[in-house]
């Protein structure tokens, strides 16, 4: 028996790593026809803090010793320029422009996958013992539990929009890298890889700053089990139930140790705190160094957070302000600024209190949240978001309406496209074409951050039900 | 608190729930009537069009008498008459005629240069859809020997700035030409005379005298190629290696005493805002002199309406002459469709005693024709190959359309020749004077419409709603199948009172949620397969010296084969003999999510080209709902099965010869290089019409296997 299912698990491990390749293998192949498929200029991939091509403009003032934000081309981070620019001017004869580059974004992406699936692999081991805590030993023996990290790290390489991201020379491989880097961290409760990847990532992009709240989650509490007070009644049940004799201790010991993880330890958090603000007093130093000459932090944060936050840049993507900012009156403009930024704040605390026992499923909503609201959303940021829903794949497996998200992104992937086609190129559209599959995008993400949201609820609920009826029955 | 969480939607879903419960719950009914609903809505088209009207108000068309006079004609006449005295002499007819133009352009005081170009074969490329018409890549294959050489002249205009332009297009035979081509010359020649001396010009007049040895649409394509991708000059060395420098342009300086205006360089004035392409065809009419306008570009794009509406009202309302649009004429004698018009004239009058404010009626010959017209638009629009060299100005979001000038007698008489110049002058200086006022590009009106005759449209929030009840049963029903097969699920209706129950139930949903998946891969297999199958010609094309049949044969064997290669490479299994519910169960996820593949396809389709999505949707919707496992079918033994088999069949069987017949004609001309179309529509009505075949064989193979 063992050795067959050893080979199985062999066979299983073999096919993993066998689509991983292919995926790599894709990449490059893709990556050889840049000039046909045209996808470093659509939008979609492309936006004014991801955009290769900008990032290459800016290394160039860099080397005339001029402000790489002269001229509002640039608008990323100066560490990403000086790792990345060097490599934008470096040409091989013979092979495409950027090769070396999209190389980075290749690994970036095998990295990222990587990560996905240890995270996965952490969370399994918790959902499998947490399911033994709470004596759903069948459940948790079933051969039907999904290897979540596998699914998802392959879910991660294979969804078309990452593949767009890596070959499309955007850079959000590598944010996605950071903010996976910080998940991960945390899950292996290591502060100072936590700390890193936060701080990288909100140097980065500035919204995976909210991520602090499931990053100090997942810290104090660990990674994602279902709510405590599921514990605390299966205590209960247990309590009464048993008669008082020598086993008793035995079980008291059992339930002690089961809540051991629903302590909130401050321990790693404080460490979480030091590191931060150690590996931010590193960024920001650094950060100095490089645009000393060039009007120091301070122009740095106008040209980067400020360029992201006042959305300054209304050409059009695949988010919603564009239109919107393009629209309003000037007067107004502050007000809804503030308004929409506000929004991501506004849903932060009450998904918190409610979702505080899965850190790691709060984090995923978090990002879907804001790549949905954020001022230049790219494919890349789903692409991440599709990546981490895999996660939970045992959890959500009766998620209402996924044919229907299914369609919905094959529907508006394609058609934005065409929308576009016709608005620039034909002529015979126009802005409200292509915004309103914006739209449909946004409305698209919505669902599925509500449907996943009610799917986990519900499911904490199903563990819950023979706990409740265990107890009536007693009763 | 957990039973009563549950119950609450029990108690009274919202009404909109409930409204779509009940659409699933009867999704055969609907299915039934939206298409009915669609198809009917498609035949009253012709009776609901309105009325054109000239939507810009800083067009003013006709608002100005005509200064085109008698002098202007003879102008032409002695343009005409030197042409064909020059077609006469036998000797080095090609050259001559372009001087000749080129010394009279230059004598009016415009800016004259040549414009040299080599046709170059139509390649059909897969990755070209998205991006913009490119100048560099496709330059390899030029033959050196065979040339053309376009003759264009430029007037500045006295109150413009130089950045926008007014084409006038006369394409021509160098080596032969006609009396009809002579006469175009004429007409544009007189136009263009008038044009120098006018004060009101704001835009830089462009006259193109197309050289149309290698097809007309080639001339302009490759014109407006290099008038807006300018070539620099290492490009162009590269370019004078590939082909010896010939001395045209020294041959053509020699003997001319205009030497100093002819420039070698290439001239340009700026962004066109109008072009018209100006033909004469002559004696075929019977009733009077008409007017032909071709409008459909690439794609099934259309130009501006207001500019159709321009021509339309200085052609009937200032010239008389009789406007036409292309008919189909193969429906006009068509008896079921008079039938129907008739039907509906009286319906219309019976509407009309009800109430005398309702007019929807139109006469039954209305209708007809309008039907005839509507379906030639359709068709056209649909095909995707453009109806002249307006085509090319399209790709450059140029609004053109081309004006056919027929005359109704023969014009032998010299009077009659007269009359006929000035009526076809006239209509152009309106056109041109009108278009003149334009301040910005042609926003205004309708770019996507469907004519029924000249002055009458169907504007694209009317034609939509025709396809959208066609295709609206298709998300129904693939809703309805999807609900199906997961209530055919077993374990789906046992009570979760007791935990065993529960565990259970746990068990049974992981494979329930991830079986859609096992059916989406599927149909996601068969649709690359049919990508594959629609990129294969390009590879086919690049095999040298292939005879059309050879390579369609090698076609038909890499597309059967690919197949089975693809379903390897991505591990799906085709297995069989599968228990008989489970196997139901499949069926019906599967045609779920065929179905909603093909949904999507069609809306995309209805966005890109209309007609091409309305046809599709016409063969593809019933296809797509009648499809069933013939298996299950022909194993119970009932007459009404029977029927549906017999049904499925046929329709298969209507489905799939047109497409592959379509496919297989663009492949051939695709292959023999004898493509007039530009390949972009080439490449989007092959990919179209595959995406429909695909989809067929996907219903195909899933009926035939199951």
Known sequence: MEPKEQSKEKKEKLWFWNWVIASVIFRLVLIYFPKNLNLASRPEVSTPLTSLRRLAEGYWLKQLSMSPYAGSMYHGSPLLLSLLGPLTVKRIEGQPDHLLCSLVFVIADIVNAMLIRATGQNLQMEYTRSLKLLDHVKLSEKPEIIPSGDIAALVYLWNPFTIVACVGLSTSPIENLAIILSLYGACKRQAPLAAFGWVIATHLSLYPAILIIPMILLLGYGTDTPPRKLFLQRRNVEVGDNPPNDRCCEREEVVHRSEVPHVFSWRPVIHFFCWTSLWSVYVLVLCGISVKQYGGLWELFKRTYGFMLTVQDLSPNIGVLWYFFAEVFDFFRNFFLIVFHGNILFMMLPLAIRLKHRPCFLAFVYIAISSMLKSYPSVGDSALYLGLLGLFVNELADMQFSFFLFCGYVGVSLLSPVMHNLWIWRGTGNANFYFATAMAYACLQIILVVESVSAMLNHDRKLRKPLTELQDGKN | ?706
């Open chain 2, 1 to 706: 608190m957990a039973e009563s969480e549950a119950e609450v939607p029990k108690a009274k879903p919202r009404p909109i729930v409930r409204l779509g419960i009940f659409l699933i719950s009867h999704s055969c009914l609907f299915s039934v009537i939206c298409c009915t609903a669609g198809v009917l809505t498609l035949l009253l088209l012709p009776v609901l069009a309105k009325n054109t009207y000239i939507s810009e108000n800083a067009l003013m068309p006709g608002s100005a008498n005509p200064m085109f006079s008698s002098q202007e004609v003879s102008e032409a006449n002695r343009l005409v008459k030197s042409l064909t005295s020059l077609d006469s002499k036998p000797v080095g007819s090609g050259i001559e005629s372009q001087r000749l133009i080129a010394e009279y352009m230059s004598d009016l005081g415009a800016e004259i240069s040549y414009h040299k170009f080599y046709p170059r074969s139509n390649q059909f490329h897969p990755l070209h859809f998205f991006s913009y018409p490119d100048s560099g890549s496709t330059r390899e294959n030029v033959s050196c020997i065979s040339h053309g050489l376009n003759t264009v002249g430029i007037i500045r205009a006295p109150r413009g700035d130089g950045k926008e332009a007014i084409v006038l297009v006369t394409p021509y035979n160098s080596l032969k030409v006609g009396p009809g081509e002579a006469l175009s010359l004429g007409i544009a020649y007189s136009v263009f005379s008038l044009l120098t001396q006018v004060t009101w010009l704001a835009k830089d007049i462009i006259w193109l005298v197309a050289d149309s040895r290698y097809g007309e649409y080639a001339a302009v394509n490759a014109w407006l190629r290099d008038y807006h991708m300018p070539v620099f000059s290492g490009l162009s060395a590269l370019k004078a290696e590939i082909c010896p420098v010939s001395n045209v342009h020294n041959e053509l300086k020699e003997n001319s005493v205009t030497e100093r205006k002819i420039n070698d360089g290439f001239r340009r004035a700026g962004t066109m805002a109008t072009a018209l392409v100006i033909k004469v065809t002559d004696g075929s009419e019977h009733f009077e002199d008409s007017l032909s306008i071709y409008a459909e570009a690439s794609n099934g794009q259309m130009p501006n309406l207001d500019l159709i509406n321009i021509v339309n009202y200085l052609a009937v309302h200032r010239q008389g002459l009789r406007v036409k649009v292309e008919k189909m004429r193969s429906l006009i004698n068509c008896k079921w469709l008079k039938i129907l018009g008739e039907i509906l004239q009286s319906l219309g009058h019976v509407a009309k005693s009800l109430n005398p404010q309702w007019k929807f009626g139109i006469p039954a010959k209305d209708y007809v024709e309008g039907a005839a017209t509507l379906a030639s638009s359709l068709y056209y629009q649909a095909l995707g190959v453009p109806t002249g060299p307006h085509g090319a100005f399209r790709d450059y979001e140029i609004d053109a359309i081309t004006m056919e000038i027929s005359s109704r007698v023969a014009l032998n008489n010299k009077a009659r020749k007269n009359d006929f110049l000035l009526r076809g002058g006239r209509l152009i200086e309106g056109v041109i004077r009108t278009v003149n006022n334009l301040l910005e590009k042609f926003h205004q009106s309708f770019f996507l419409y469907l004519l029924t005759s000249p002055s009458k449209f169907v504007s694209v929030g009317v034609y939509m709603i025709a396809f959208a009840l066609l295709v609206a049963s298709l998300p129904v029903v693939a809703a309805s199948l999807y609900a199906d097969a997961h209530k055919v699920d077993p374990s789906f209706g046992i009570d979760k009172s007791t935990p065993q129950a529960s565990a259970t139930d746990e068990l049974s949903i992981t494979p329930r949620s991830c079986k859609w998946l096992n059916a989406a891969k599927k149909v996601f297999l068969v649709h690359l397969w049919g990508a594959v199958v629609s990129f294969l010609p390009y590879f086919i094309c690049q095999i040298p010296s292939c005879t059309p049949t050879t390579s369609f044969v090698v076609w038909v064997l890499l597309s059967s084969f690919s197949l089975p290669i693809l379903s390897l490479i991505l591990g799906s299994s085709f297995s069989y003999g599968r228990p008989s519910q489970p196997q139901k169960r499949d069926w019906t996820l599967l045609k779920s999510v065929t179905i909603s593949a093909a949904f999507i396809g069609l809306c995309l389709m209805s966005v890109i080209n209309f007609a091409t999505a309305e046809i599709g949707a016409l063969l593809m919707v019933p296809m797509c709902l009648m499809a069933q496992p013939l298996k299950l079918d022909i194993r119970s033994r009932k007459l009404r099965k029977f029927l549906r088999v017999a049904c499925n069949l046929a329709l298969g069987f209507l489905g799939f010869p047109p497409a592959g017949f379509f496919v297989l004609k663009g492949a051939f001309e695709g292959f023999g290089g004898i493509t007039v179309g530009d390949f972009w529509s080439w490449l989007e009505s092959i990919w179209s019409w595959s995406s429909a075949t695909y989809l067929y064989i996907a219903g195909w193979f899933e009926r035939t296997r199951s």
